[in-house]
């Protein structure tokens, strides 16, 4: 059966096929979050959160998390040479209370750049784990952390497979004062509150954004399993299985039209109660419109994604959409990758009376990346069809590669005629290693309009990002190739460096 392949498919794939070197800074949230407690603030340059932190910014970052900034102040003989003066007293502080022995011969090492393994270390002293006592470990330092819940499984794999940057500098410090105290169901930036090192006042504004999220709206409770196909209006409701927070969101007319969850879950047969089938529940909410033969009751968050079966997270979806399409293409690549955060689905409506929606909006973030999935709710097996049929060979033979430049990876695709032509499901192909781009459902190069796909250091540059990775073969035969729906090929270009 053809399918729609999303762009997230094939960007997904080619991240798989190689190491990810770099992150592209996405939390500049968490940035702004923690300078209204004055613990992350920026240079002359602002957060600089796609640069390399120091061993100083590091150091500093953890005595503002222990709550010591006003203690450094005495601070004042200096124990390391190569320690500028606005550092000085962190520096002294650290090393007259043990927090560090710099790297030997009166140096600090204070521009020496940090890794995710030492700064993780620092957040778990932050809070009161010793690895003196062999609580945790510096070589292990990142999956202790996720062993004792500071960061989750997304925040796992991005600092195992990414430079350490300071934008992830901002999110574990905030996790880890949303993080539990060594031995205490305290949080640590409770902690600082009760101590005076941070106001209450400014831990509440920090605090304030994921609260307003339900203004205007009432939370109520609804049994996951709850088979009734009513919803509430203007009401949030959580759909996370056990401690999942999934919130969803209906409106004025009762028509689920946001789902949102900081970080997926997935399913866990060994310690949660599912059936043979691989289900919470026995069956699923009967909202108006999956009666029909062509709807199923689709899941916004899948079972295997920690979704529950009410009405809150059921929507009547096209059959094969939900169960071949993009739907079932969008959990897989969730499921493959372990999870992932920032979750956001958004579903509109034809008018104001129908509970079947037009279409979806997926965005969510995988190992750093933001991801955007949205496609219509109709049987992509009839879409692909239509594609084909309107795809003829005149339309074909107008599309051609204009440009294939190796060296500096970009690839020119060119409508050279004189009318639209839909390469929605198009593929193009690197050849030697087999890495692809699906061109998304519905898009149209129109008439003498050029369309760049780069990759490596030219990445988000162009119309569409082929890679975050360098990928096409300088030094050996590797053409790019240009394929229809139906798998024609269209044009080959073997591309100068």
């Known amino acids: 059966m053809k399918k729609i392949l999303s762009v997230v498919l094939s960007f997904i794939v080619i991240i798989s096929m190689f190491s990810v070197p770099m992150h592209a800074a996405n939390n500049q949230e968490y940035a702004e979050k923690l300078s209204v407690i004055n ?5 002359g340059n602002g957060y600089e959160l796609d640069r390399e932190p120091t061993r100083l910014e590091g150091l500093i970052m953890l005595i503002r998390l222990l709550g010591k900034e006003e203690a450094i102040q005495s601070y004042t003989t200096d124990m390391f040479t ?3 003066e606005w550092g000085s007293k962190y520096a002294n502080y650290a090393y007259a209370n043990g927090l560090t022995k710099g790297i030997g011969n009166g140096k600090f090492g204070s521009n020496d750049l940090m890794n995710a393994q030492s700064y993780l270390t620092f957040m778990l002293r932050a809070l009161g784990y010793d690895d003196s006592k062999g609580e945790f470990n510096w070589s292990t330092a990142i999956d202790d952390a996720y062993r004792l819940n500071v960061i989750d499984n997304q925040v796992k794999n991005e600092l195992k497979t990414n430079v350490f940057l300071r934008d992830h500098v901002a999110h574990s410090s905030y996790l880890t ?3 539990a105290v060594n031995g205490s169901n305290i949080k640590l930036i409770d902690k600082l509150v009760s101590e005076g090192a941070i106001s209450s006042d400014a831990a509440e504004k920090m605090l304030a954004d994921n609260q307003n999220i339900f203004e205007g709206y009432t939370i109520i409770e609804v049994d996951g399993g709850n088979l009734s196909g009513h919803r509430e209006p203007n009401v949030a409701v959580n ?3 056990g401690n999942r927070n999934y919130w969803a969101f209906t409106n004025q007319y009762g028509q689920l039209i946001r789902v949102i969850a900081d970080e997926i879950v997935l399913q866990d047969e060994s310690t949660e109660p599912v059936n043979a089938s691989g289900r919470y529940y026995h069956d699923e909410a009967k909202v108006k419109g999956v009666e029909s033969e062509y709807l199923d009751e689709g899941h916004v968050i899948a079972d295997s994604l920690g979704g529950v079966a009410n009405a ?6 096209n059959s094969t959409l939900n169960r071949h399409g993009d739907q079932a293409y969008m959990e897989k690549v969730i499921r493959d990758a372990g999870g992932c955060r920032d979750f956001e689905a958004i579903i509109t409506y034809e008018n104001n009376e129908t509970q079947i929606p037009s279409s979806y909006r997926y965005t969510y973030t995988i190992m750093g ?11 992509p097996d009839e879409v692909n069809q239509a594609i084909n049929n309107d795809t003829s060979e005149t339309s074909n033979s107008q599309i051609e590669i204009l440009e294939l430049d190796k060296g500096a990876e970009f690839v020119d695709i060119i409508n050279n005629g004189n009318s639209d032509v839909n390469i929605g499901g198009w593929t193009l192909v690197s050849e030697k290693g087999n890495q692809t781009f699906v061109f998304p459902s519905g898009y149209t190069l ?3 309009q050029v369309s760049r796909l780069t990759s490596g250091d030219l990445k988000g540059t162009g119309d569409f990002t082929m890679a975050d990775t360098t990928i096409w073969n300088n030094s050996d035969y590797d053409p790019a190739v240009l394929y229809d729906g139906n798998w024609n090929e269209i044009d080959r270009e073997e591309g100068h460096k």
């Open 39 to 43: 613990v992350f603030k920026g240079t």
């Open 82 to 84: 190569d320690v500028p």
């Open 177 to 179: 004062l949303q993080s």
């Open 239 to 241: 759909i996370g299985f």
């Open 312 to 317: 809150y997270n059921i929507t009547p979806q």
């Open 369 to 379: 990346n933001i991801i955007t999935d949205e496609f219509a709710n109709v049987n």
């Open 446 to 448: 129109k008439a003498g």
